[in-house]
């Protein structure tokens, strides 16, 4: 079975040294260690407000990773400047409003599908691949793949936040379906967003998810196990659930 690549997102890292500002805890020994433990890339979102990630985080990440960097970004033209300024491995679109807490919802690609082909057209011009992050709806899919996206990013929060057996279980559905469609419209497909080492398996275990991106629960977990351990752990039960699917 294909090996499911780990992106931990270090942008809580930056979090926490901004409780402060000074450069203690440095994301970007946050992003080594990653490395050290098994990460197969690095996410850092950028975001307009800078409240977490800051511009000099990217700039180091981007000259001193040797694993891949994925580039969070709004679809707006500051964002795409410094995108294309440091020609990370990829960039994901994603939607981003200044009062929200985290990433709230897909990107809506049915509706501004004009808007955000400029982005996807001058992104993938300069090498850069470009996911966009979506809810597994085969109407974006498809809005998606007219755009020539090479990845989607599955939002997968309402998953994992979900309470009742009966709606994880339609959640779920819904991700494995949206990856069977991604898969016959040829795009690569991502997860992220709220997983934990509960709720890891099931997503691990769709055979066509090629990565997961996960950052908050993983940052959290480093205050009480080490970062090392926690991406460890995490990796471990990615390769468990892995291992389970039965081989085609
Ligand atoms: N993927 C995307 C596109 C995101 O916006 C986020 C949150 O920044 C993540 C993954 C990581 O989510 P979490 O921090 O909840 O693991």
Partial sequence: MKHLR???NIDHVATIRNARGGVHPDPLRAAKMAEEAGADGIT??????????????ITKLAANLS?????????TQEMLDIALMHTPHAACLVPEKREERTTEGGLDVVGSKDALAYYVSS???????????????????????????????????????AVSGDKQAAELKRIQQGAEVAEKLGIECHCGHGLTYDTV?????????????????????????GLVPAIQ?????????????PEA
Avoid: W, Y
């Fill in 6 to 8: 780990l992106g931990v």
């Fill in 44 to 57: 850092a979102h950028l975001r307009e407000d800078r409240r977490h990630i800051a511009d000099g985080d």
């Fill in 67 to 75: 694993i891949p960097l994925n580039f969070e970004m709004a679809a």
């Fill in 123 to 161: 992104l993938r011009s300069k090498n850069i691949r470009v996911s966009l992050f979506i809810e597994p709806d085969a109407k974006q899919l498809e809005a998606a793949a007219d755009l020539g996206a090479d990845i989607v990013e599955f939002h997968v929060g309402p998953f994992c936040d």
């Fill in 201 to 225: 398996a099931p997503i691990a275990q769709i055979p066509t998810v090629v990565e997961l991106n996960i950052g908050h629960f993983l940052i959290g977990e480093a205050i009480f196990s």
């Fill in 233 to 245: 752990k995490m990796r471990h039960l990615m390769d468990e659930a892995r291992a389970q699917i």
